[in-house]
């Protein structure tokens, strides 16, 4: 028994010893499946010695109850802008220290101050893009400029759009001729009828991966993430994208630092880091989001600046604003829809 | 003894239980944080239409998913039951293999199969049994055969294991007796695999009641089922309480079902008697 112990007690000390003498530095990152890649991360650990745990998630929502839920620390989180925003108003994102932030001065100014961070305090632009319509001119052939064109008995069965319940609403929102933001009771309510009419056209609800469908030739429309539809334009020309006449609304993923972080200087180098030139256009080359990035964009090809998907026409758009509660009677809606199809 | 097993029970059985009943009478801030306040709200809402609707669909996908793997799961089970022992093994070991990939892959793996250029219409196709290609992706037959697909095994297994436990003397005693196939399968062979059917039926029903990966996957996310109303209230709605009394409507409703079950006339009570 007192064998037992001592063995025990002496691999316990190895233990100890050996995490003593690893590097300590590590930052805890909290990113968007399909948005980092392997390649960045590893070049950061190369040149720095920090060690980066990687942990992802697949929606805004998805990002904020698990960072809420307290069971894990975070040193970044990459939520989009409306998140971003009700965290900032919660008190759960720390300020920027920007002087450890020398490659801010890359972010375009258009992509600074915006509405989730007046101040430009909390957050940098990581990528920003729209949602879009993605059509395949090899089968449907007649001219598509918006949501009223693609949700036609024709299409019935050949549509893909993100399962998204805030993104379904905000495109009806549009066609009422409304504003994403303009999420009133009584509006919400107003987009009963299009979305019931629209679902009936759709065959398959995807937010992960919609270019797949479109892909396998399974559907020949989507109303998707632009970053999708510029894989799919790069794969074959033949997949268009185009912003909906009716309106469009822009995203904007950010990098901040949770209040809570615990390797707070790390956080940084890793923001700045990101914020890089070379290393933002590697981000650029993996995931075709348009990019905030100025310094970057001078760095791509003409042909990556020349996608329709990740840098249209520019204009002046509308971000999500965070909505609090509303998300349930947005849910309920979507859940109402789909049940009764 | 019983310690550990009652260790294990309190921590990974009744503990999240407990945290899920005092959830599930709160309610929640903007965030989606709980608020300790005690409110009935989300019970009420858990029995609103919409939702009972979609636990009445779940109950019928959940019932097709048991009673077809019951079918195939059955004869299988009772085949591989009867080999000798050294092919046995072999037969259970290739039951197993799919377990060794995840089961998402394995879902996804269905869309290559089930897709209009797919593997299934391609060969239907080259046999001439159809003209055009069908569209089997996204329908509910779609999720019938991945929910099929994935729980038959937990039909297979349990089934297996009271087969391979039934001895032949008594079926052949059935014989001597004057019985015919049909007897001997319904007085001896059902009746002394009867646990095994009653465990199979269990763990393929109640795990397909609260699946939400395969209609998102291989449905298109169209209809939805209970457990993707569930996941949603943990991540796109963000509205714990509500999923937690949605939980707690669903484990109560199994509970008393599988009481209810436990009550009734035990297929060797009625052998014996």
């Given at each position: 028994?007192?064998?037992?112990?001592?063995?025990?007690?002496?691999?316990?000390?190895?233990?100890?010893?050996?995490?003593?003498?690893?590097?300590?530095?590590?930052?805890?990152?909290?990113?968007?499946?399909?948005?980092?890649?392997?390649?960045?991360?590893?070049?950061?650990?190369?040149?720095?010695?920090?060690?980066?745990?990687?942990?992802?998630?697949?929606?805004?929502?998805?990002?904020?109850?698990?960072?809420?839920?307290?069971?894990?620390?975070?040193?970044?989180?990459?939520?989009?802008?409306?998140?971003?925003?009700?965290?900032?108003?919660?008190?759960?994102?720390?300020?920027?220290?920007?002087?450890?932030?020398p490659h801010l001065a890359n972010i375009l100014?258009?992509?600074?101050?915006?509405?989730?961070?007046?101040?430009?305090?909390?957050?940098?632009?990581?990528?920003?893009?729209?949602?879009?319509?993605?059509?395949?001119?090899?089968?449907?052939?007649?001219?598509?400029?918006?949501?009223?064109?693609?949700?036609?008995?024709?299409?019935?069965?050949?549509?893909?759009?993100?399962?998204?319940?805030?993104?379904?609403?905000?495109?009806?929102?549009?066609?009422?001729?409304?504003?994403?933001?303009?999420?009133?009771?009584?509006?919400?309510?107003?987009?009963?009828?299009?979305?019931?009419?629209?679902?009936?056209?759709?065959?398959?609800?995807?937010?992960?991966?919609?270019?797949?469908?479109?892909?396998?030739?399974?559907?020949?429309?989507?109303?998707?993430?632009?970053?999708?539809?510029?894989?799919?334009?790069?794969?074959?020309?033949?997949?268009?994208?185009?912003?909906?006449?009716?309106?469009?609304?822009?995203?904007?993923?950010?990098?901040?630092?949770?209040?809570?972080?615990?390797?707070?200087?790390?956080?940084?180098?890793?923001?700045?880091?990101?914020l890089r030139a070379?290393?933002s256009?590697?981000?650029?080359?993996?995931?075709?989001?348009?990019?905030p990035n100025g310094a970057a964009r001078?760095?791509?090809?003409?042909?990556?600046?020349?996608?329709?998907?990740?840098?249209?026409?520019?204009?002046?758009?509308?971000?999500?604003?965070?909505?609090?509660?509303?998300?349930?009677?947005?849910?309920?809606?979507?859940?109402?829809?789909?049940?009764?199809? | 003894?019983?310690?550990?097993?009652?260790?294990?029970?309190?921590?990974?059985?009744?503990?999240?239980?407990?945290?899920?009943?005092?959830?599930?009478?709160?309610?929640?801030?903007?965030?989606?944080?709980?608020?300790?306040?005690?409110?009935?709200?989300?019970?009420?809402?858990?029995?609103?239409?919409?939702?009972?609707?979609?636990?009445?669909?779940?109950?019928?996908?959940?019932?097709?998913?048991?009673?077809?793997?019951?079918?195939?799961?059955?004869?299988?089970?009772?085949?591989?039951?009867?080999?000798?022992?050294?092919?046995?093994?072999?037969?259970?070991?290739?039951?197993?293999?799919?377990?060794?990939?995840?089961?998402?892959?394995?879902?996804?793996?269905?869309?290559?199969?089930?897709?209009?250029?797919?593997?299934?219409?391609?060969?239907?196709?080259?046999?001439?049994?159809?003209?055009?290609?069908?569209?089997?992706?996204?329908?509910?037959?779609?999720?019938?055969?991945?929910?099929?697909?994935?729980?038959?095994?937990?039909?297979?297994?349990?089934?297996?294991?009271?087969?391979?436990?039934?001895?032949?003397?008594?079926?052949?005693?059935?014989?001597?007796?004057?019985?015919?196939?049909?007897?001997?399968?319904?007085?001896?062979?059902?009746?002394?695999?009867?646990?095994?059917?009653?465990?199979?039926?269990?763990?393929?029903?109640?795990?397909?009641?609260?699946?939400?990966?395969?209609?998102?996957?291989?449905?298109?996310?169209?209809?939805?089922?209970?457990?993707?109303?569930?996941?949603?209230?943990?991540?796109?709605?963000?509205?714990?309480?509500?999923?937690?009394?949605?939980?707690?409507?669903?484990?109560?409703?199994?509970?008393?079902?599988?009481?209810?079950?436990?009550?009734?006339?035990?297929?060797?009570?009625?052998?014996?008697?």
């Amino acid at each position: 028994m007192r064998v037992l112990r001592r063995t025990l007690l002496s691999a316990i000390v190895a233990l100890s010893a050996c995490s003593a003498a690893l590097p300590s530095s590590e930052v805890n990152l909290f990113a968007w499946t399909e948005y980092i890649p392997q390649e960045v991360i590893d070049g950061f650990t190369k040149e720095t010695g920090i060690r980066v745990n990687y942990e992802t998630f697949s929606s805004g929502e998805e990002m904020m109850a698990k960072m809420l839920s307290g069971s894990a620390s975070y040193d970044v989180v990459q939520p989009p802008d409306y998140i971003a925003e009700a965290l900032i108003q919660a008190g759960l994102l720390r300020k920027l220290e920007t002087q450890r932030l020398p490659h801010l001065a890359n972010i375009l100014p258009e992509f600074l101050h915006m509405p989730h961070d007046p101040t430009q305090s909390y957050t940098v632009p990581y990528m920003t893009g729209t949602v879009g319509i993605v059509v395949n001119t090899r089968v449907v052939t007649e001219p598509i400029r918006g949501f009223k064109d693609v949700f036609q008995p024709s299409h019935a069965g050949r549509i893909v759009v993100l399962n998204d319940n805030r993104e379904m609403v905000t495109w009806a929102l549009y066609s009422l001729g409304l504003r994403a933001n303009d999420l009133s009771p009584e509006n919400i309510e107003r987009t009963r009828p299009i979305l019931a009419q629209w679902f009936k056209f759709v065959r398959v609800f995807d937010s992960d991966s919609p270019k797949t469908e479109l892909l396998n030739g399974d559907v020949d429309l989507g109303v998707v993430w632009s970053g999708e539809a510029a894989i799919l334009y790069q794969q074959d020309p033949k997949f268009h994208y185009i912003i909906p006449a009716e309106g469009v609304h822009e995203f904007v993923d950010v990098v901040a630092i949770p209040t809570q972080a615990t390797h707070v200087a790390e956080a940084h180098e890793f923001i700045d880091y990101l914020l890089r030139a070379e290393v933002s256009k590697k981000i650029s080359d993996a995931f075709p989001y348009t990019n905030p990035n100025g310094a970057a964009r001078r760095l791509l090809s003409a042909a990556q600046l020349a996608n329709p998907a990740s840098y249209p026409p520019a204009g002046p758009r509308d971000t999500f604003r965070a909505i609090g509660k509303t998300s349930q009677q947005i849910d309920e809606l979507v859940t109402d829809l789909k049940n009764s199809r | 003894m019983l310690t550990p097993m009652v260790l294990w029970l309190v921590l990974f059985a009744v503990l999240p239980m407990a945290i899920l009943f005092v959830y599930s009478f709160c309610s929640r801030d903007d965030l989606g944080r709980i608020v300790f306040t005690f409110s009935l709200e989300n019970y009420s809402r858990v029995f609103d239409p919409r939702y009972l609707h979609i636990m009445v669909r779940s109950f019928g996908y959940a019932s097709a998913t048991t009673a077809i793997c019951l079918i195939m799961g059955y004869p299988t089970a009772y085949f591989m039951a009867r080999r000798s022992e050294k092919i046995r093994e072999r037969l259970l070991v290739l039951v197993m293999i799919p377990f060794w990939t995840s089961f998402l892959i394995r879902t996804y793996a269905w869309i290559q199969i089930l897709k209009g250029s797919g593997l299934l219409n391609t060969v239907l196709g080259s046999t001439h049994l159809i003209a055009a290609p069908v569209e089997w992706l996204y329908t509910p037959a779609a999720v019938m055969i991945g929910l099929v697909y994935s729980f038959v095994p937990f039909m297979i297994l349990p089934i297996f294991s009271s087969a391979e436990k039934l001895s032949n003397d008594l079926i052949e005693a059935a014989h001597d007796l004057g019985a015919g196939p049909l007897r001997v399968f319904t007085t001896v062979i059902i009746p002394l695999t009867a646990p095994g059917i009653a465990a199979g039926v269990v763990l393929v029903f109640v795990p397909t009641m609260g699946m939400f990966a395969v209609s998102d996957i291989l449905g298109g996310a169209q209809v939805p089922l209970i457990g993707n109303v569930i996941q949603n209230q943990f991540l796109q709605a963000r509205n714990w309480p509500f999923g937690a009394a949605l939980g707690i409507v669903f484990t109560l409703l199994f509970a008393v079902s599988y009481g209810l079950l436990q009550r009734r006339p035990r297929w060797d009570r009625a052998a014996s008697a």
